[in-house]
T-cell receptor, first 116, second 111 residues
Framework: DAGVIQSPRHEVTEMGQEVTLRCKPI?????LFWYRQTMMRGLELLIY????????DSGMPEDRFSAKMPNASFSTLKIQPSEPRDSAVYFC??????????????FGPGTRLTVL | DAKTTQPTSMDCAEGRAANLPCNHS???????VYWYRQIHSQGPQYIIH???NNETNEMASLIITEDRKSSTLILPHATLRDTAVYYC????????????FGTGTRLTIIP
């Protein structure tokens, strides 16, 4: 398996522009997670899905952020309009879930977003 | 989730065992201890987890004290590639898929 795939790996945009980050989870995984990492706040969970349904979006910073999972193999995180404080590395992760003690999350390589 | 406390940074000589401590004094009976690490510019990577028994896999060993209030991750023969930030996380077995990352321990392996 190729693991979790994220695109683009790097994104540079100007303030006010729309940004879309993409994620393909590991095939067969039922859970998908979006994280954001900054020097100031560390690694924080934004939202996660179970079987394509958003379960907890309490970490989404504000209405400018939205996430969708139209099918089991694809998810997007959109920021509209983007602001310089959104600059961060965004990670996507997936897991089998199910509450098993052996459940682990597998992370993608991340998208480094810079908003000028 | 129970909070964890880890040292901010540690050094270890290459080839020696690296012992990373974690305090989780408020851990509940149904919470597991997980360890992840993040090598520079990469996504976090799962290492090991346990409930109350010591665990070992190809990457590391996990020693959990009898009262479960602390644990130690052991990398038996550290290499330069083990330089990373190591996160100790506790979370319930059921009903909560979240991982809450703290600040972790920055481990530097010295040649």
């Amino acid at each position: 398996d190729a693991g979790v795939i994220q695109s683009p790996r790097h994104e540079v945009t100007e303030m006010g522009q729309e940004v879309t980050l993409r994620c393909k989870p590991i095939s067969g995984h039922d859970y998908l997670f979006w994280y954001r990492q900054t020097m100031m706040r560390g690694l924080e969970l934004l939202i996660y899905f179970n079987n394509n349904v958003p379960i907890d979006d309490s970490g989404m910073p504000e209405d400018r952020f939205s996430a969708k999972m139209p099918n089991a193999s694809f998810s997007t995180l959109k920021i509209q309009p983007s602001e310089p404080r959104d600059s961060a590395v965004y990670f996507c992760a997936s897991s089998l879930g199910g509450g098993l003690s052996t459940d682990t999350q597998y992370f993608g390589p991340g998208t480094r977003l810079t908003v000028l | 989730d129970a909070k964890t406390t880890q040292p901010t940074s540690m050094d270890c000589a290459e080839g020696r065992a690296a012992n990373l401590p974690c305090n989780h004094s408020t851990i509940s009976g149904n919470e597991y201890v997980y360890w992840y690490r993040q090598i520079h510019s990469q996504g976090p990577q799962y290492i090991i987890h346990g409930l109350k028994n010591n665990e070992t896999n190809e990457m590391a060993s996990l020693i959990i004290t009898e009262d479960r209030k602390s644990s130690t991750l052991i990398l038996p023969h550290a290499t330069l590639r083990d330089t990373a930030v190591y996160y100790c996380i506790v979370r319930p077995n059921f009903g909560n898929e979240k991982l809450t990352f703290g600040t972790g321990t920055r481990l530097t392996i010295i040649p």
